[in-house]
């Protein structure tokens, strides 16, 4: 603090410059400074964009040693003004130490921040960092760091880990349990450079782990590994995972093992207990056009879990029509819309007497994005009839129906409809105009339908 006194002292006693902005610059430093009661006020101060006020707040903190000085002082290494970077690595140099790793693994992020900035050399700054860090003593406090850090500073500790660690089985183990994904990818690929005896274990351990997008990389690595890969590949062909099916798919004939077989075998087990066994059965069903049995297809329809009722639709084939219309009662939206997104591929004789069915029994319960994903599966034509249908047979809720005829009728400009026949399109037509020259409808609706 003594030192800092003496600098206030003499940007007090500096004489007037004539110039207003050097002038101006000097008051607004000293108003600043005058403004800072504590700890916290200089660490703001450290980002001012007056530069006196920036170098006073470094001079001050490079005499409170702490991790959020170090985070502070780094952010200076970089400043546009060389004085004050001068003053911050004079400050920074004293925290490359073994006893202050605390406060590096603080400050990681804007330490691996220097290495883009190019005001300065932060080089020979980051060689020490990282030296620093690698001391056998202090690998401890760097695997806890490592352990809970995510994205770029926990890839940044697992390298330094990686280029010094004398028992490197146990470091990929850690990382290959990573929260990280990307860290865990990295521990897949250093796998490989391990004798086979060290790598099988990690990598075996590794796929049993969740997320799909480092598994299928472990098992890519795995199979050359293995002395016979079809345990695995049975496994891998019956997996939860899309990306790991398609895999074991394509390493399966290479290996004599055919999935059209291991995919009967399970089908003579008793039904999956769990989420992972059904997403892996009728996932390989569907990718295999393998029709199931009824008894399969019930209990998968049934199930409480609702993706696994989501991944039972596209393995229903068009003579399980009943299953199709039943998942469109499905309280979950998703399974729902996948029942809409299939059954658009069925002829309109098929569907409209359930459709029909469906909207005149539920449409005061049906959600709005459901009654209008129900109409869509509707020619265009015959959703106007179903609107002119509801408007007669109910006169007592003429407005509720005439409502929704006209926002229907102003949202059309092009009837593409194949199915409908011209002479029921004519009398449609001729119940609009009727409508129209009533007054019920605006004018220029018949028009809308030519």
Same mark, same amino acid.
């Given at each position: 603090?003594?030192?800092?006194?003496?600098?206030?002292?003499?940007?007090?006693?500096?004489?007037?410059?004539?110039?207003?902005?050097?002038?101006?610059?000097?008051?607004?430093?000293?108003?600043?400074?005058?403004?800072?009661?504590?700890?916290?006020?200089?660490?703001?101060?450290?980002?001012?964009?007056?530069?006196?006020?920036?170098?006073?707040?470094?001079?001050?903190?490079s005499e409170q040693p702490s991790p959020e000085t170090l985070v502070a002082l780094l952010e200076r290494l970089n400043d546009w003004v060389p004085q004050i970077r001068q003053l911050a690595y004079e400050a920074v140099q004293r925290y490359l130490a073994p006893e202050h790793v605390r406060a590096l693994l603080h400050a990681l992020p804007a330490l691996m921040a220097l290495a883009e900035r190019q005001r300065a050399d932060h080089g020979p700054t980051l060689a020490v960092a990282r030296a620093v860090l690698q001391v056998p003593e202090l690998r401890m406090d760097v695997e806890v760091a490592f352990a809970t850090r995510h994205g770029k500073a926990a890839r940044f500790l697992f390298t330094l880990l990686q280029e010094v660690s004398a028992e490197p089985v146990a470091l990929l183990r850690m990382a290959l349990a990573h929260r990280e994904m990307t860290v865990r990818q990295m521990a897949v690929k250093a796998c490989k450079t391990l004798p086979a005896e060290q790598a099988r274990p990690l990598l075996l351990e590794a796929f049993d782990k969740p997320g799909a997008s480092v598994r299928v990389v472990v098992l890519? &690595?795995?199979?050359?590994?293995?002395? +016979?890969?079809?345990? /695995? %590949?049975? !496994?891998? #062909?019956?997996?939860?995972? @899309?990306?790991?099916?398609?895999?074991?798919?394509? &390493?399966?004939?290479?290996?004599?093992? +055919?999935?059209?077989? /291991? %995919?009967? !075998?399970? #089908?003579?087990?008793?039904? @999956?207990?769990?989420?992972?066994?059904?997403?892996?059965?009728?996932?390989?069903?569907?990718?295999?056009?393998?029709?199931?049995?009824?008894?399969?297809?019930?209990?998968?329809?049934l199930s409480g879990i609702s993706s696994v009722r989501l991944a039972a639709v596209p393995c229903l084939s068009k003579n399980r029509l009943a299953h199709r219309l039943m998942a469109l009662s499905d309280s979950a939206d998703k399974v729902f819309a996948k029942a809409v997104e299939h059954l658009r591929e069925e002829p309109w004789a098929v569907l409209q007497a359930d459709l029909d069915m469906r909207l005149d029994r539920d449409w005061y319960v049906l959600p709005p994005e459901r009654r209008?994903?129900?109409?869509?599966?509707?020619?265009?034509?015959?959703?106007?009839?179903?609107?002119?249908?509801?408007?007669?047979?109910?006169?007592?809720?003429?407005?509720?129906?005439?409502?929704?005829?006209?926002?229907?009728?102003?949202?059309?400009?092009?009837?593409?409809?194949?199915?409908?026949?011209?002479?029921?399109?004519?009398?449609?037509?001729?119940?609009?105009?009727?409508?129209?020259?009533?007054?019920?409808?605006?004018?220029?609706?018949?028009?809308?339908?030519?």
């Open positions: 603090m003594k030192h800092l006194k003496d600098w206030l002292e003499r940007l007090k006693s500096r004489p007037v410059s004539g110039d207003y902005w050097e002038d101006r610059r000097r008051q607004e430093a000293l108003e600043a400074l005058a403004a800072c009661t504590g700890y916290g006020d200089w660490l703001t101060l450290s980002t001012h964009g007056n530069g006196f006020a920036r170098e006073a707040a470094v001079r001050e903190l890519h &690595a795995l199979l050359p590994l293995l002395d +016979d890969t079809r345990p /695995v %590949l049975r !496994a891998a #062909l019956l997996d939860a995972s @899309p990306s790991i099916r398609a895999l074991a798919r394509w &390493a399966a004939p290479r290996e004599q093992l +055919d999935a059209h077989s /291991v %995919l009967m !075998a399970r #089908l003579h087990q008793p039904h @999956p207990v769990n989420k992972r066994d059904w997403m892996g059965l009728l996932g390989l069903s569907h990718e295999l056009a393998v029709e199931l049995d009824e008894s399969w297809i019930s209990a998968a329809m209008e994903a129900l109409m869509h599966l509707r020619p265009r034509w015959q959703q106007l009839a179903y609107w002119l249908r509801r408007l007669d047979a109910a006169p007592q809720e003429r407005q509720h129906w005439l409502m929704h005829l006209k926002n229907w009728l102003s949202q059309q400009y092009l009837m593409v409809d194949p199915v409908t026949h011209p002479v029921e399109r004519t009398a449609l037509i001729e119940r609009v105009q009727q409508l129209e020259s009533a007054g019920l409808l605006p004018e220029g609706s018949t028009k809308r339908l030519r």
